[in-house]
Each structure stands twice: as C-alpha cells, then as structure tokens.
C-alpha cells in the first residue's frame, strides 16, 4: 500500500468515525430530535446522507445502521412512541428502526452518483439527495408501520384508516423534518465535499 492509498483510507476512516460520532452525539441529546409529546422529528438523516453524498452509499448504509441501532435504543423507555411499539412487537420495532435507515444512505448514495454522472449543478444535487434521504425515511417508516402494526390497537388510535394514521404521525412533522434535512444536509454535505477534495 502506497502512502498515497494509506493516507486516502486513513482520511476515509476518520470521516466516517466523526460521522459516526455526530450521529450518537445527536441522537442522545437535543440536537437530534424535536419532540412533540410522543412524536419526533429527527434531523439524523442529515449526517446520514452527508456520508452517503461525500463518501459512498456503503458509508451511507453503514452510518444509516448507526442511526437505527440509536433509534432503537430509544425504544427502551427513552421515547414513548417507539416504546409503546415495542412492547406490541420487539422483532418489528427494530425492523423499522433499521431498514428505513439503511435505505436513507443506499438511496441518497446512489442518486447522488447519478447526478454525478449527468453532471448536474453540485449544490443542487446535494439539495435532491437531501430531500431524497429525508422522504425515504419518511415513507418507508410509515410503510412498515402501517404494514406491520396497522392491525394494533394503539396506531389505531391514531385515525380510522391508513391515510389518516400517516396524516397525524407526520403531516406538519414530515414537512419541517424535510425542510430542515434539505437545507442544513444540503450546504453541510456540499462544503464537506468540498473540504475532502482539497484534502485528498
């Protein structure tokens, strides 16, 4: 291994351990959540794609399994929706903890190589793959939870059908965590890019 190649993996590590950190960092204080009684909007998703658009869409997956391993510790009596949902199904809880997650990074990840390849505007790709990440999350999260506890009494209590169920879990919520995802992931994503390029 050269030192040029020891020294790009060396850099790659290290970015992909301080992303992991933020993710930790936000997810057990107030930075990463706004609560609204048993509700959240999570702002996770945003180191998630960062490290999908700079680094790779593996990175992504990998640092979107972070942020799903930290949701489900949550779950433990550290937030009262997912708590709740646990004690209905452990196996389907940390189903949708993770695989939306993961999805977070593959998704934006790979639309970002795509953008890439159609050498599209660099900030407007960030700002797509932003919003592709927050909405994968979104959609997929309430998929599952209408797929895999629909059925129980406490979702239900949510609204008479799926369609109303997903308007009062996100509705408002949905909109802002996708706002603040875009924006903030957008220019965050971009300058780091940016910095990496001069320093590799």
């Not at 933020?22 to 997810?27: D, E, H, T």
């Not at 990463?32 to 794609?49: E, K």
């Not at 949701?71 to 009596?77: I, L």
């Amino acid at each position: 291994m050269n030192s040029n190649t020891k020294r790009s993996k060396t850099l790659h590590l290290t970015q992909l351990a301080l992303l992991t950190a933020i993710i930790f960092l936000m997810a057990f204080t107030p930075l990463g959540y706004l609560r609204i009684g048993a509700l959240s909007i999570t702002f996770l998703t945003i180191p998630v794609v960062i490290g999908a658009t700079a680094l790779s869409p593996r990175d992504g997956a990998f640092l979107g399994a972070v942020f799903g391993a930290t949701s489900f510790a949550q779950c433990f009596g550290m937030d009262p929706f997912g708590t709740t949902l646990c004690s209905i199904s452990l196996v389907n809880t940390a189903l949708m903890c993770f695989i939306p997650r993961i999805l977070i990074g593959l998704v934006s990840g790979y639309l970002m190589r795509a953008l890439r390849a159609m050498n599209r505007p660099r900030m407007i790709s960030y700002i797509l793959c932003c919003l592709a990440g927050a909405l994968t999350n979104t959609v997929i999260f309430m998929g599952m939870l209408i797929l895999l506890f629909g059925h129980s009494e406490y979702v239900q209590s949510f609204g008479s059908n799926a369609l109303q169920i997903v308007w009062f879990l996100t509705g408002v919520n949905a909109i802002v965590e996708a706002i603040v995802c875009t924006v903030v992931g957008g220019v965050v994503a971009e300058r780091i890019n940016a910095a990496v390029s001069r320093m590799s």
